[in-house]
């Protein structure tokens, strides 16, 4: 009996230090994280809660085979954008089945490239156009700028080959592309020099994202680590601003 009552005591003073490690995870980092949700629900994707709070997500070959039927389905997912591109030459892998799933399941969706410093500006939007036709697609573009992507650019650099891709998009698609970033990166390196384009912003917080210099914040990318029913794997939640509806990203 002794060692049944310590063993118990052990799992007590377990529990009651994994429920003190979330709370002050949830004061001084709020936010999801993806050790912690791990640690609570294991690896199993499908054991943890349904997302909620949101309007959109965006999606890539990494949630592998979507069940668009059950999302279109799902009133929470308003829109969807899909990575088309990435560089001169990387074609997603899903991203036509993605995009036709999409439309099927009547879901408004979006394309998006993923930016390089690895390649030429017309090389890269030549990629991007070839696959993301204007008459496919319900939702204006996004030029998806991160530093794992041009990182080896300068500042002045990113901007200027950033400047020719957007102009590019609106030339060809007749309206101005959506550029995203993270919070932190838009704001060291973007902000003041693309306040005509509107913005999806990254930013892991409960508090909404604020664009220093931008006339249009128009999609707050909240959480990289979403579960949402007909995704087997962490999917990308994105919230509209106040004010914004989806017509606002539309072509």
């Known amino acids: 009996m002794k060692i049944l009552k310590k ?3 052990i799992l007590l003073v377990a529990m009651l230090l994994l429920v003190a490690g979330v709370v002050v995870h949830e ?18 994707n499908s054991r943890k809660p349904f997302s909620n709070d949101y309007d959109g997500i965006d999606v890539s070959h990494h949630q592998g085979r979507i069940d668009w039927p059950v999302l279109g ?8 954008y899909v990575k088309a591109t990435e560089g001169s030459s990387h074609i997603d892998s899903r991203f036509h089945h993605n995009v ?4 099927k399941a009547g879901i408004p969706v979006g394309a ?4 390089s410093s690895k390649s030429s500006i017309a090389s890269q939007f030549l990629n991007f156009y070839h696959q993301a036709k204007p008459g496919m697609l319900d939702l204006r573009p996004v030029v998806d700028v991160e530093w794992q992507g041009v990182g080896a650019w300068t500042t002045r650099q990113l901007c200027d080959s950033l400047s020719r891709f957007v102009w590019l998009v609106e030339q060809y698609y007749g309206r101005k592309p959506i550029i ?7 704001k060291k390196h973007l902000s003041g020099r ?3 384009y509107p913005l999806f912003i990254a930013h892991y917080r409960r508090k909404r994202p604020s664009a220093p210099g931008a006339d249009s914040l128009l999609i707050w990318q909240r959480s990289e680590n979403g579960h949402v029913a007909g995704i087997g794997k962490d999917v990308d939640l994105d ?6 509806t989806v017509d606002d990203l539309r072509l």
């Open 7 to 9: 063993i118990g005591s």
């Open 27 to 44: 004061v001084f980092f709020p936010g999801e994280d993806p050790l912690l949700m791990r640690t609570i629900f294991g690896s199993d």
């Open 73 to 80: 389905a799902n009133q929470l997912v308003g829109f969807v």
């Open 100 to 103: 036709k799933g999409a439309r």
């Open 112 to 115: 998006y490239h993923f930016l």
């Open 180 to 186: 995203y970033a993270d919070a932190k990166f838009y």
């Open 194 to 196: 693309f306040s005509s």
């Open 239 to 244: 919230v509209l601003m106040p004010g914004v």
